[in-house]
């Protein structure tokens, strides 16, 4: 998420913020203890899909909001902890010229794919990490117009694609709505137009909180970038063109699972959140899927990785 989408949210707060200008309690009053954090326990992790087949995929996403940054911080400790088969990165704000020598010389992960802005550098940027050789790498969705902010990376495996894309945020004041919701159509035409070819998995920082239970303070985000009508309605559209949000259809009632905190306010220890990062599957991928992990005890980021584990 964005630095504007970030201020978005300040600006919107959560209802129950204290700014220090609150009357004193009278005296003798009894002073209301603030109500307890409900946080997200990610539960154990299941490594069979619903008929038995054992997982033989692993891929994790992050929005690492700077990568290094994010590598001072030790995120590469923790995902060699993790050890997927796949890594990808998003919001790097890294030329490739200027990538750390602690992730461009990973042995655990020899084939490294890179993508950044034509013309800022240090904005937007994503990256896929891969044990094993693609048999194919693309970047972008064939419009120039959207393919020189570096959004997006396109693997071909056997038997499926992997799309890791850092979505266009909306801004502040929601002054890039029209481009997003230029970017949502045609976006949805390349995932369509590649599931023809090979079911495939998308994942990243999908800029959306798609339903009321995505985001702890959906009221008072109605306007704000991230979850207005029209971010949400390009979602809807994505799953109805036959594309499934794989936390949703393994924990469809399950709240306070965010993968996004501003900085500010003690958003996270509070978990005050959005879930914004996803893992979206072809339909025919479903049956494989295991598990859809929310690693919201990983630090380094405004974001937390996921992590999908899959039968392909």
Not at 285 to 294: M, V
């Amino acid at each position: 998420m964005s630095k504007r989408a970030k201020k978005n949210e300040q600006e919107a707060g959560d209802g129950d913020q204290d700014n220090g200008t609150a009357p004193a309690a009278k005296k003798g009053k009894k002073v209301k203890e603030p109500e307890a954090p409900i946080l997200y326990s990610d539960p154990p992790d299941k490594m069979n899909s619903k008929d038995g087949r054992a997982a033989n995929m692993k891929i994790t996403s992050w929005n690492v909001d700077g990568l290094r940054a994010w590598v001072k911080k030790k995120g590469l400790d923790w995902v060699r902890d993790e050890a997927p088969d796949v890594l990808c990165l998003q919001e790097t704000k890294c030329a490739e010229k200027s990538l750390p020598d602690e992730i461009t010389s990973m042995p655990e992960f020899p084939h490294k794919y890179w993508a950044g802005s034509d013309e800022k550098e240090g904005y937007s940027g994503v990256a896929m990490l891969c044990k094993t050789e693609p048999l194919k790498v693309t970047y972008g969705i064939g419009k120039e117009e959207h393919d020189k902010e570096g959004r997006v990376i396109t693997a071909e495996f056997p038997t499926f694609f992997l799309v890791t894309a850092y979505v266009p945020n909306s801004g502040r004041g929601l002054v890039r709505l029209d481009y997003r919701k230029t970017w949502d159509v045609e976006f949805k035409a390349y995932l369509s137009d590649l599931d023809k070819r090979k079911p495939l998995v998308l994942c990243g920082d999908l800029n959306v909180a798609h339903e009321e239970i995505d985001l702890k303070n959906s009221k008072g985000n109605k306007k704000n970038a991230g979850f207005t009508a029209e971010e949400r309605e390009g979602f809807n559209q994505l799953l109805a063109a036959g594309f499934t949000d794989s936390f949703r259809e393994l924990y469809p009632e399950q709240a306070n699972a965010y993968t996004f905190w501003t900085y500010m306010m003690n958003s996270r220890s509070k978990n005050v959140g959005w879930r914004l990062d996803y893992f979206v599957l072809s339909s025919a991928l479903l049956p494989g899927l295991c598990d859809s992990k929310i690693r919201n005890q990983a630090m380094g980021s405004d974001h937390c990785p996921i992590t999908l584990h899959m039968v392909v």
